[in-house]
C-alpha cells in the first residue's frame, strides 16, 4: 500500500462525493489496473473493482463505483507523463479521481511510501485553465482519429460553459466550435441547445 496526497485539485461542482475523495489525503491506497481500495486508518473506507475505459498517450482511464453505486473516474498517468510526476514530486505513482460528469470535480494524489505523509502545495486549476486543455484534447484526439475522445472533450467542454461565444477567447476555441456544431448530431438535446444558441 502507498499513501496518497493531494497536489492538485479542479472542484466545479462541490458535493458529497467530491468530499470524500478530498478526505482521501494521507489515506493509504491499493491501486492496480482491476482494482482500487483505500484504507482510512486500517479501515477499509472504499473497495471499487476498475474497469478499462479508454487509453491515449498520456493517460489510463478507469471506471469505479462508490459503495451507493455512483459511478467515477480514476486515471492513471502513462510513461513519460507519470515519469514526469515522479521526478517533480519524488513520489512512486500517482492516480486521479474524478466526477463522470464534466463540471463535477477532479482531485490529483501522488503516491508515496506508506511511511512518507506528506503536506503538499496543492494546485487548485480553475475554469479557464480546464477549458484550454480540453481543447488542446479535442485537437490530439482529431490529429490521431480518436472521434470518441474528441466528443467526450467536446461534451466536458459544453458542461463547464455557460454560452458556446466563450470559446472564442481560447485558442483551438473558434475551430472546436465550428466542428461541434457540424457534428452536432453526436450530442444530447441540451448540448444541442446551448451549441446553436
Do not use: W
Not at 30 to 46: C, F, G, P, V
Not at 55 to 75: A, C, N, S, Y
Not at 78 to 101: G, H, Q, R, T
Not at 160 to 184: A, R
Amino acid at each position: 500500500m502507498l499513501r496518497a496526497s493531494i497536489f492538485q485539485k479542479n472542484i466545479l461542482k462541490n458535493n458529497d462525493y467530491s468530499e470524500f475523495v478530498l478526505n482521501i489525503e494521507n489515506s493509504l491506497v491499493d491501486i492496480n489496473n482491476n482494482s482500487l481500495k483505500i484504507y482510512n486508518e486500517e479501515k477499509l473506507i472504499l473497495n471499487s473493482s476498475l474497469l478499462q475505459k479508454e487509453v491515449d498517450f498520456h493517460t489510463t482511464t478507469f471506471h469505479g463505483q462508490f459503495q451507493d453505486g455512483t459511478l467515477f473516474r480514476v486515471i492513471r498517468p502513462n510513461d513519460i507523463p507519470l515519469e514526469n510526476i515522479k521526478s517533480e514530486y519524488n513520489c512512486v505513482s500517482a492516480f486521479s479521481m474524478a466526477s463522470i460528469e464534466p463540471d463535477g470535480y477532479a482531485i490529483h494524489f501522488i503516491l508515496t511510501d506508506k511511511n512518507d505523509t506528506r503536506t503538499n502545495s496543492v494546485i487548485e486549476k480553475g475554469n479557464e485553465e480546464q477549458i484550454q486543455r480540453l481543447l488542446e484534447g479535442c485537437i490530439l484526439a482529431l490529429q490521431n482519429k480518436l472521434y470518441s475522445n474528441f466528443v467526450d472533450y467536446s461534451k466536458r467542454i459544453l458542461g463547464i460553459i455557460n454560452n458556446v461565444n466563450e470559446l472564442h477567447k481560447y485558442e483551438y476555441g473558434t475551430q472546436i466550435l465550428s466542428l461541434m456544431t457540424e457534428n452536432i448530431e453526436l450530442y444530447s438535446d441540451n448540448e444541442k441547445v446551448k451549441i446553436i444558441s
